[in-house]
């Protein structure tokens, strides 16, 4: 059997471990010095922390259980990474270079079962659910490479958007975010991490009672039950007036504002009509709305990208009523780093 990953447990759960398998609570400090402020990938490293607890260690974890499949470097910094988890699945993490720091996009799971109709990753089905060492594994692999590198630079954000819907993962996604969040380990400030979801509303109240501190991000895309439901059938069983409820107590218990993600579709969702609608929905709501360039995928030839016309009008519109928005710059365009691309382009070609 594999053995699962120790970057999936939380500081509690690795010390609550030790001391079950006969060592002092304290050492769990020890050892998450060596994982994620020294960095070490063999526990034989830990060369102050004494050696029976290494042996029972070793005995029951790995540290690294992803392997690099491939790695592509974008001309704007973006590095998309694939890898091969421990039964041969492949996922994909991007870098991404902003003037704030480097911010890694993590995969939650193997294919993703919403099935969004312009999304790479719904393509697959879901296959399995990360676990949660998997998941800050990515982070770590992303690390050890500018570890290398030698320039000193620390991921300093995380984007929770890649493969999968993070609400369909829960536990191991707040695990998850409990791990890098944690000042004792990497250390990664609330504020700087978002999850994005496709609106699982009861996952939302459940999310928003951890008051986690971190940022929410909403898949909306349409302003309307009729076209959201024609470009996200998840809004069949979870409605507007649902999504917006769930919103409104998350916007209420953590006294944050929520981002609304919407991909400009050409002459789908992107019209004058579509962005007073949009308006007239968030109302005085505390709410940022990030506007999409989509990222065309082959298999949903139906969709276009937006003129770029379309979209700054898309956005005065918004602005023209009250609404705080933004266009999304985008990353890695010339290595598919739209999400699940790449992830889907390999295993096609592997079957080919
Ligand atoms: N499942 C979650 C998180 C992963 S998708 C969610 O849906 O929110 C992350 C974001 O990328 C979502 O807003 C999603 O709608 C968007 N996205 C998916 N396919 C895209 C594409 N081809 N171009 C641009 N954005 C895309
Ligand atoms: Fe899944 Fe998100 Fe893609 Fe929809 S947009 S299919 S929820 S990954």
């Known amino acids: 059997m ?3 990953s120790i970057y999936g447990l939380t500081f509690d759960r690795l010390s609550s471990w030790l001391l079950e398998h006969g060592h002092k609570k304290g050492r769990a400090q020890q050892v998450w010095d060596w994982l ?3 960095r070490v990938t063999d526990f034989s ?6 050696e029976d607890c290494i042996n029972v260690l070793k005995e029951h974890f790995a540290i690294q259980t992803l392997q690099e499949h491939t790695k592509q470097e974008s001309a704007d910094g973006t590095i998309k990474f694939l890898f091969t988890l421990s039964d041969g699945n492949l996922i994909e993490t991007v870098l ?3 003037k704030y720091g480097l911010s890694v996009c993590v995969t939650t799971q193997v294919g993703c ?3 969004c109709s312009f999304c790479a990753s719904g393509l697959l089905k879901k296959d399995r659910d990360l676990s949660s060492g998997e998941i800050v594994e990515q982070i770590m692999n992303v690390q050890l490479h500018f570890d290398q590198v030698g320039k000193g630079e620390r991921v300093s954000h995380i984007v929770v ?3 999968g819907e993070p609400f369909d993962n829960f536990d191991n996604m707040v695990d998850f975010l409990e791990i890098v969040k944690d000042q004792k380990g990497l250390e990664i400030g609330p504020r700087h991490i978002t999850v994005s979801t496709s609106g699982l509303a009861d996952k939302i109240y459940e999310f928003a009672d951890l008051k986690l501190q971190v940022n929410l991000a909403i898949s909306l895309h349409a302003p309307n039950n009729e076209l ?3 470009i996200m059938k998840i809004n069949r069983a979870i409605p507007l007036e649902k999504l917006m409820s769930a919103i409104d107590y998350y916007v209420e218990k953590s006294n944050r504002r929520i981002t609304l993600e919407y991909i400009l579709l050409r002459d789908v969702n992107d019209q004058k009509e579509h962005a007073l609608e949009l308006a007239q929905l968030i109302g005085d709501r505390r709410a940022y709305v990030n506007l999409i360039p989509y990222n065309p995928v082959d298999e949903h030839s139906q969709y276009q990208r937006s003129e770029e016309e379309t979209v700054l009008a898309f956005y005065d519109t918004l602005k023209k009523n009250g609404i705080n928005c933004g266009i999304r710059i985008e990353h890695g365009t010339d ?6 691309q790449l992830r889907s382009k390999q295993i096609k070609e592997g079957q080919s």
């Open 96 to 98: 991404m270079r902003h």
């Open 335 to 340: 290595i598919d780093a739209a999400c699940g």
């Open 113 to 115: 079962n919403i099935g």
């Open 161 to 163: 958007m890649g493969i």
């Open 45 to 50: 490293d830990m060369v102050d922390v004494n």
């Open 2 to 4: 594999n053995k699962q």
């Open 36 to 38: 994620y402020r020294r």
């Open 228 to 230: 959201r439901t024609r």
